[in-house]
Every structure is written in structure tokens, then in C-alpha cells.
């Protein structure tokens, strides 16, 4: 089995920089460098400020703070890392199309193929290539193609080892993993290099937690786990709004629900909708594949999970327009949280992006804080949608730093991710500060019901009537 020495990770974020962060810190014997062709990212990742680092992970500025300048290193330099490493992961933005054939649903892969023919055409020596981003099934093999049809008589094996990480719970997730999936060919080389990498992971997690697949099972089991997951929480989405027609609590129903062992409890919160990088665009890509294969009705089903968690966001700005006197207008409303979960600073598919949306498109002049999103990103992603032009989203929507001062004359506080800090805030201090009636619609269900409205809100939270 060949000995891995030298690692190069092809993209410095969401995946790249925890995951080879935390190889670093259990593999000491190998040097790892992080490229990534963005500067100002590099930068952060190499700042002496800790607390600046470009994604905020916990625990992930402790193991920075152990390996960085060790054995873990992040530059610009791609073509002299890609030249050293015998192992290269590529870690880059998988993006669903928004232009040509499968808009809207396929993967985009040209950062993929710009990764391949970089490293083709670098390349010297023998190397094992990784596909660590989310991509669809047989990508594999168009990296394979791309690699054996430019390479300088340079044996290329391509690994799938794809992520199964929350955000939030990101370094305890690769510290901790469930399993870690390993896809590759059935050829002795094949073979050899699947072990090499199941060596590195053996340095801190059991040999039976790592599973050894062929390529294609690989790819695809990231995109269906993703894709049950999600359908689970649009499940019980689904049932939040019949609760909220009947005297039923989701919260009682999916605990019922969840003690059934067939069951279980996990990604049954009912919330204003799911986020992140990863489910929404992997349910897409699964449900183009299987329109692609003529799978029509499995398309369907699939594409289903998506449309109710859009009608759960849509449902949400809905209601508080509804609530508040079926207008919004000129109306001060709050938003608390902008992340599409907490301890993560990643907005991507935030439903805070699309309820903000909704509530602009009423006129509304919305007030958002978050502890970890910065101004210019909430900005981009309102000016990503396209609705309206960046500088009328700039005079309706302002982001401010103090959460509960800005509270005074607020028609309405909306709270749009569960950070823990909400729950300590001195609430009757905020019903004071507010118009009456004082509105509070909780979109993520962290807050009491009995206490709030003991204040004197008028207290909404999903899944109760």
C-alpha cells in the first residue's frame, strides 16, 4: 500500500478547510496544503486572528491554531502543491446550473473539470484524486476521461469520499464519523488506493466505520442520504401546517412519532424551512438524474421534498403579512438570524433570504441581526435573487449590530435561525421597546409559548395553533 506523505486540497472552504484541518491534526506525518485561487480567502485562513477565520465552525480555530505552519498550510500556489502531493482532494463549488441544459437542476461542474485538466497538466508523477464536493453519479469517470486523455503517461486513481457533515457540528462530525465512505475500482491499483486513503481515516476512527464501495454507489449514497434526510424534515413541515389548523402540537407528534424505533427522532423539528449548501441541491441532482434515465415518476417524488419546503418558507411570510392586518408596509420588523442554522456563519438557502424576500416585496422595512453573518453577505444574498436592484435593498433592509435597542417602535420580530443567544435575551425589556400589539413569530420553535404570551406578545410558532 503506498505511504501518503503529502496531500493537496483543491478548494479552501466548507469542506476543505475543516476536513483537512482535522487530517492535519490526527495525521502528523502529513504535510497538507489547502489552495484555493481566491486570495482573500487565503488570507483569513492564514490571518493571525483566529476568531476571523472565513467560516466559523466550533472548534475548528483550536485545531487551525494546533497545525497551521505544522503540517497544514494554505496558499495560492495550486500548480506547486498539485506538483508534491500524491493525494489530491478536490474540495471546489458544485453549484446547481442556471443557464443551458439541466438549469435549475443538474450540478455545474466546470470548476470540476478546471480542477481535472489543471491537474493533468501538472501533473508528473502518479496521483490519487479524490472527489471530496458533492457531485453527481458518474463524475467519476469524466474526471478519469479528462486525466488519462491529458496526462504526460501518468497513472491517475480516482476516489469518491464524499462529506456527510452538518454545519455547525462539522469537527465533531469528521472526528466522530458515522462512516466514512470510500469509492473506487475494483483494480488492484483501484484497490491499493482506497486502502491508502482508509489508512489516513484509521489514524482516529475504527476500520469497520470505513466502507469500501465502487465508485458509482459512492457517488450516489451522498446524494440520497441528503435527500432522506431533507424528506424528513419536509414531512414533518407538512404536518406543522396541518397542526396549526387543529388543536395538535408538532412538537408532541413528532415525538410520538419518533419513539417508534422504526422511526426515530433525529430531523423532525419543524422549523420555517431547511438551508444549506447541500440538500436542496442534491435533491435536484438526484431528480434530474432520474429524468435523464426517463424515471419520470421518481423525479416526481423526489422533487416534491423541495416544493413543500418552498411552501413552508412561502407559508411563513405569509402569515406574518396575514397577522399583521394583511399589510406590512412601511412596517419595522426584526429579523433574528440570517444563517440558515446556528453556530455556522454559511447563508446558502437560508430561508431567512426568501421570507426576507417575500416581506420586501410588501414594502416592509426589515431589521436584521445575526452574530455571525456579515453585512455584505446578507446584501449578496438578497441581491442574488435578482428581485429588486441592490440599492432598494439597501434603503428597506438594514443590518444592525444591537438586537434588542433597534427593538423600539417594531411592529413585529421574526426569528428566522436558532441561535442559543435568542433565548437569554431579556424579553419583557424588548415588549416594552415594541409597538402594541406586540408580534413575535418563531420560525425555528426555540422559545417558550406560556411565557411569551404571559409578557404580553402575541406569540407565533410554527406547528401550534
Known amino acids: 500500500m503506498k505511504k501518503i506523505t503529502e496531500i493537496c486540497c483543491i478548494g479552501a472552504g466548507y469542506v476543505g478547510g475543516p476536513t483537512m484541518s482535522v487530517i492535519a491534526s490526527r495525521c502528523p506525518e502529513i504535510n497538507i496544503t489547502v489552495v484555493d485561487i481566491d486570495q482573500d480567502r487565503i488570507d483569513k485562513w492564514n490571518q493571525a486572528n483566529l476568531e476571523n477565520l472565513p467560516i466559523y465552525e466550533p472548534g475548528l480555530k483550536e485545531i487551525v491554531a494546533q497545525t497551521r505552519g505544522k503540517n497544514l498550510f494554505f496558499s495560492t500556489k495550486v500548480d506547486k502543491a498539485i506538483d508534491r502531493a500524491q493525494m489530491i482532494f478536490i474540495s471546489v463549488n458544485t453549484p446547481t446550473k442556471t443557464y443551458g441544459k439541466g438549469k435549475g437542476q443538474a450540478a455545474d461542474l466546470k470548476y470540476i473539470e478546471l480542477c481535472a485538466r489543471n491537474i493533468a497538466r501538472v501533473a508528473k508523477d502518479d496521483k490519487i484524486v479524490v472527489e471530496k464536493s458533492t457531485l453527481p453519479v458518474r463524475t467519476a469517470q469524466a474526471i478519469k476521461n479528462i486525466l488519462q486523455n491529458m496526462g504526460n503517461e501518468v497513472n491517475f486513481e480516482i476516489l469518491s469520499n464524499p462529506e456527510f457533515l452538518a454545519e455547525g457540528t462539522a469537527i465533531n462530525d469528521l472526528l466522530n464519523a458515522d462512516r466514512v465512505l470510500i469509492g473506487g475500482d475494483d483494480t488492484p491499483s483501484g484497490q491499493m488506493a482506497k486502502d491508502a486513503l482508509s489508512a489516513i481515516y484509521e ?41 396549526e389548523k387543529t388543536d395538535a402540537n408538532v412538537q408532541e407528534v413528532a415525538k410520538a412519532i419518533g419513539f417508534d424505533s422504526r422511526i426515530g427522532p433525529k430531523f423532525l423539528q419543524s422549523s420555517v424551512g431547511f438551508g444549506g449548501s447541500c440538500f436542496q441541491k442534491d435533491i435536484l441532482n438526484l431528480v434530474y438524474i432520474a429524468r435523464n434515465y426517463g424515471l419520470h415518476e421518481v ?53 431567512a433570504i426568501y421570507v426576507a424576500d417575500a416581506l420586501l416585496e410588501e414594502k416592509a422595512e426589515l431589521l436584521v441581526y445575526d452574530p455571525k453573518v456579515t453585512e455584505d453577505q446578507i446584501y449578496k444574498d438578497l441581491d442574488n435573487l435578482k428581485t429588486r436592484k441592490p440599492n432598494e435593498n439597501r434603503r428597506l433592509l438594514k443590518v444592525i449590530q444591537e438586537p434588542i435597542e433597534t427593538t423600539k417602535e417594531a411592529h413585529a420580530i421574526a426569528i428566522l435561525t436558532e441561535w442559543d443567544e435568542f433565548k437569554t435575551y431579556d424579553w419583557n425589556k424588548i415588549f416594552n421597546n415594541m409597538l402594541k400589539p406586540a408580534f413575535v413569530f418563531d420560525g425555528r420553535r426555540i422559545l417558550d409559548a406560556s411565557k411569551m404570551k404571559a409578557i404580553g406578545f402575541k406569540y407565533y410558532k410554527i406547528g401550534q395553533s
Request: glycine share 2%.
Open 203 to 243: 489514524h482516529w476512527l475504527p476500520k469497520e466505520r470505513i466502507l469500501q464501495t465502487n465508485v458509482w454507489s459512492s457517488e450516489l449514497s451522498k446524494l440520497v442520504a441528503n435527500a432522506f434526510l431533507a424528506q424528513r424534515v419536509s414531512s414533518i413541515n407538512s404536518i406543522s401546517a396541518l397542526c
Open 299 to 351: 423525479a416526481n417524488y423526489w422533487e416534491q421534498v423541495i416544493l413543500m419546503n418552498d411552501y413552508q418558507k412561502r407559508r411563513f411570510a405569509d402569515n406574518i403579512v396575514t397577522t399583521l392586518y394583511n399589510t406590512v408596509s412601511g412596517k419595522k420588523i426584526i429579523f433574528y438570524g440570517w444563517a440558515f442554522k446556528k453556530d455556522t456563519n454559511d447563508t446558502r438557502e437560508s430561508a
